[in-house]
């Protein structure tokens, strides 16, 4: 997370994936009911949290925005599963030459814009072309690389680096490699013209936005009609809402809550994701800069304990996810020592500390009150600072004036953090930072992970942050929807495979 620039980017892609937790009341079960075959002009209604600001992708990034308009909307020469497996997408296939450092695609036929143009490889080289050189577009950095872009024929896109990324198609996956039509005038902040299986139907700010089916789509249609996504921030009546009927699928939802949907026909999904709740550690500002201290820090947290606290996720004891490249078990590095936290503490000459956690409103207690009580155990004091998200920006990420903070970090693949001193974290550490290097440049994708995991131990050995826990998304999702993703959908809901059946008891 924060690889891009603009702060309204850094709103949206933390904020989507905050949970405020709240108490939980039961609710009567309904008339059981069985689903019937898929209705192809039905319409899905999909509950959220976060509405986008805009629908200008090129411009505004975030996961409201990425969450709706990817794969459906608009599509990339690639894109990624709900295990973060890159596929192909507009692409029928690539090539990689063995130096990695040329990318050939071959473009799939038939592909139109929403406008009726059909794709050719010169839009491609124009959509790629203006990331490369325009850095007020999202992906500009992840171009820097990039040295050609060129189409040898009309279904042929080739593009050269000139040192090999391995991160670099990955990329391609996200904002940076969606393609839009050369030279097309449509306003992409309320707009657009894509691709993909939907098209924009409307957009009711501050209540709902709805899809409706491309039907002169490239591949295979979509199963609904319509899909209307409705924005529903507060988690409670997000809940009421579905089980009054006003939304087929209702994600996000409060683990707190889950127990209003026992005895219901909704099933509830626990999907994984690369939310990486940070509890960051100002490591150039004493008493931070000693590592003993970091380490008793982390030795005072329970963190299975937190976990539980928390309703959902598992324990992160490192900067890597489960779902990213690189990712090791570091529950070796740490563990939950009060007594040995003391004892770092006094080493250290810090037995009566206290500290401030600097923690955006939106994330609520639960995280803080755990701190509080653990820290206390072993004689550390912890304020809490609860700040409106643009203090945050403002105060911790931009002048890095904070001891400790706390914010989910959601992007996949932001290990490069640890590997930035500039950095809000202010870790700088050469030998992780040459590692990195070494990851990015190696062709091999195991072996890049191989170093990648390296670095990423180091990062923990060094106690550079705690990762409190890795975090999962709830979703309750009705009977008569099918084929609804549970991975990964804090960053993209791809729904053109989604099916609602028509209604039979």
């Known amino acids: ?77 690639v894109s990624r599963t709900q295990d973060n497996e890159i596929v192909e997408r507009l692409a029928s296939s690539y090539e990689v030459s063995p130096d990695g450092l040329t990318y050939t695609f071959t473009l799939n036929d ?92 409307r957009w009711n700010k501050g209540s709902t936005i709805t899809f409706t089916r491309n039907d002169a789509y490239w591949g295979d249609p979509a199963g609904v009609a319509e899909v209307e996504f409705q924005y529903i921030p507060d988690f409670t009546a997000g809940v009421n809402t579905a089980l009054d009927g006003g939304v087929q699928v209702l994600t996000a939802v409060d683990p707190n809550l889950v127990s209003q949907f026992d005895g219901t026909d909704f099933t509830l999904t ?54 990213d490249p690189g990712y090791e078990d570091l529950s070796d590095v740490v563990s939950y020592d009060p007594e040995k936290a003391k004892a770092l503490l006094a080493e250290a000459g810090q037995e009566d500390l206290e500290l401030t956690l600097t923690i955006p409103s939106f ?6 009150k755990v701190l509080i009580s653990d820290f206390a155990k072993v004689g550390v004091t912890l304020d809490v600072d609860s700040v409106e998200f643009p203090a945050w920006l403002e105060d911790v990420y931009t002048n890095h004036d904070y001891d400790l903070s706390f914010v989910l970090h959601v992007e996949p ?10 950095y809000y974290f202010g870790y700088d550490n050469a030998e992780v930072q040459g590692l990195y290097t070494k990851a990015l440049a190696e062709v091999d994708p195991d072996k890049s992970a191989e170093l990648l995991a390296q670095a990423a131990r180091l990062v923990s ?11 999962a998304t709830i979703t309750a999702v009705a009977p008569q929807v099918s084929g609804f993703p549970e991975d990964s959908i804090n960053s993209r809901i791809n729904l053109a495979g989604v099916t609602v059946a028509g209604d039979a008891k």
């Open 461 to 471: 050995e060094d106690h550079a942050a705690d990762w409190l826990y890795n975090g």
């Open 270 to 323: 626990t999907g994984r994701t690369t939310d990486k709740a940070t509890l960051a550690f100002n490591n150039k500002k004493a008493p931070l800069d000693d590592v003993r201290v970091r380490e008793a820090l982390r030795l005072a947290i329970d963190h299975e304990a937190l976990v539980e606290a928390v309703g959902a996720g598992t324990t992160l004891y490192g900067p890597i996810p489960e779902l």
């Open 110 to 201: 038939g592909v139109t814009f929403h406008s009726g143009a059909a794709l050719t490889s010169a839009d491609v080289v124009a959509s790629y072309e203006a990331v490369r050189t325009d850095a007020t577009l999202q992906g500009n950095a992840e171009f820097a690389a990039v040295t050609s872009i060129t189409a040898p024929d009309a279904s042929t896109v080739q593009i050269v680096l000139s040192q090999p990324n391995q991160n670099f198609l990955f990329a391609l996956t996200g904002p940076a490699g969606l393609v839009f039509q050369s030279g097309d005038t449509t306003d992409l902040k309320t707009a657009e013209n894509g691709t993909g299986p939907f098209t924009l139907k």
């Open 413 to 422: 693949r932001d290990f490069g953090n640890f590997a930035n001193p500039d």
């Open 1 to 77: 997370m924060f690889r891009r620039t603009r702060r309204v980017a850094l709103i949206s892609a933390i904020a989507a994936t905050a949970v405020i937790l709240s108490a939980c009341t039961g609710t009567p079960s309904p008339e059981s009911t069985s689903p019937g075959k898929p209705d192809p002009d039905a319409t899905l209604q999909v509950g959220l949290v976060l509405e986008p600001t805009n629908l200008d992708i090129r411009h505004t990034s975030g996961a409201a925005i990425e969450q709706i308009l990817i794969d459906n909307i608009y599509e990339g020469l």
């Open 363 to 368: 994330y609520g207690t639960t995280v803080p």
